[in-house]
C-alpha cells in the first residue's frame, strides 16, 4: 500500500509501455545517465499535446528518445518535433529509438549547444507551439528566455525537476543547479507574458501557457 502521494500517483499512472521500458534499457546499456522523465510525467506530456494540438514542437534535451517517443507519439498528422540534444552520441541513441517506435519522420535532431541553436532557429524565423525543457539545469532561466522568443500565441511551456529534489525552498542550499531553478520557477511565475503553475508530480513540473496578444 502506498504510504505517501508520490507513491499513491506511482502505483495509479506510473504503468510503463514495454517499448519506454526498452528505451530506459538502451540508454542503461549505451552507458547514459538514467535521468528520462518518470512515467506519470510522461503521462501528463501526452495529454497536454493531446489537449493543445501543437504544429510543432521543441524539445530541449534527447538524452536516449524517451521524452521524445511520448512527445512525438501524441502529435497529431501534421505535427514535428524539433529535439535539441548537446552530444552527437546521445542524438544517435534517440534516434534509433524513435525509428523503432515508427515516429523517425516526425523527429528532427538539431546537435550542439541550445542557445546557441535557438538562437539560430529564432533568426530562421522557426515559431513554436509546445516546449518541453529538460537538460543541464544551469541554464533554464536562459531557455526559458529563448522559448518565449520562439514561442506562437498561445505555446505551452513545460520544464521538469522545478523542485530539485524540495531543495529549490530549502534557504540553506546554494547549489547553483538549485539557485537557477529558483530563477527559472520565478521567472514562470511572475514574467507577465505567461501564466503558469508548478505541479509537486515526482521532481516537480512546472508549466506556463504564453500569453496571446489582445
Known amino acids: 500500500m502506498a504510504t505517501n502521494h508520490d507513491e499513491y500517483i506511482h502505483s495509479l499512472f506510473g504503468t510503463e509501455e514495454p517499448l519506454l521500458q526498452d528505451v530506459t534499457e538502451s540508454i ?17 506530456l501526452s495529454i497536454l499535446v493531446k489537449m493543445t494540438r501543437p504544429r510543432h514542437v521543441m524539445e530541449i534535451g534527447a538524452l536516449g528518445g524517451y ?3 511520448i512527445l512525438a507519439g501524441a502529435l497529431d498528422k501534421e505535427g514535428s518535433l524539433t529535439s535539441l540534444e548537446l552530444e552527437q552520441s546521445y542524438a544517435t ?9 515508427g515516429l523517425e519522420d516526425k523527429v528532427k535532431y538539431v546537435i550542439g ?6 538562437e539560430s532557429l529564432y533568426n ?8 518541453f525543457i529538460d537538460a543541464d539545469k544551469v541554464n533554464y532561466p536562459a531557455y526559458l528566455d529563448m522559448a518565449i ?21 530549502d534557504e540553506t542550499v546554494s ?4 539557485e537557477a531553478m529558483r530563477a527559472f520557477n520565478e521567472k514562470m511565475a511572475n514574467d507577465e507574458r505567461l501564466e503558469s503553475i508548478i505541479l509537486p508530480l515526482c521532481d516537480g513540473l512546472t508549466i506556463g501557457r504564453v500569453k496571446e496578444e489582445e
Open 28 to 44: 542503461k546499456g549505451n552507458g547514459m545517465p538514467a535521468i528520462s522523465v518518470k512515467p506519470e510525467v510522461g503521462r501528463l
Open 67 to 69: 521524452s521524445g517517443i
Open 93 to 101: 541513441v534517440a534516434q534509433s529509438n524513435l525509428k523503432r517506435a
Open 113 to 118: 549547444p541550445a542557445l546557441q541553436n535557438m
Open 124 to 131: 530562421a524565423g522557426q515559431r513554436y507551439d509546445f516546449f
Open 149 to 169: 522568443k520562439l514561442a506562437s500565441r498561445g505555446a505551452i511551456i513545460a520544464a521538469d525537476n522545478t523542485l530539485q529534489g524540495d531543495k529549490v525552498f
Open 175 to 178: 547549489d547553483e543547479n538549485v
